[in-house]
């Protein structure tokens, strides 16, 4: 290998081994930052939690199982809008209530009662999902 301005250019004899399928070293140090991660800087607190919040929302969207007091539910899309769905038992199938909302961290919902309109408000933070 010739080293050009910080740039690395691999020889036809590198090329040529790499097409016949040997196996070249490779000069892993470039994958290393240098330094350590710091577990414990706002940045790294705020992309877990972003994370977490993404991988929540994920799941509740695509339909895994979740228990809310002691009964397991999940979530069924509707055919029309993506945020028009319903919540459905996981045990007997039967609807429960239909959802309007479904944001980062909140899912809101409504369901008829004995004639009267009941909202139903799902924080997804502490839902516990069925694995």
Known sequence: MSKLKNVVVLDKK???????????????RKNNPG?????KSARYKRLAKQAFYADV???????????V???????SEGS????????????????VCNVDYIGRTKVQGYTFTLGKKVNIELN??????VS
């Open 57 to 67: 929302n994920s799941k509740f969207k695509t339909g895994n199982l979740f228990k």
């Open 124 to 129: 997804l933070k502490t839902l516990k999902f």
């Open 14 to 28: 590198v090329l040529k081994a790499i097409a016949e399928g040997e196996t070249v070293k490779v000069d892993n």
């Open 80 to 95: 029309e809008n993506k945020n028009n769905g319903c919540i459905v038992d996981g045990v007997t199938n039967m609807h």
């Open 69 to 75: 007091s002691g009964s397991t539910y999940y979530y």
């Open 35 to 39: 330094r350590p991660v710091n577990k």
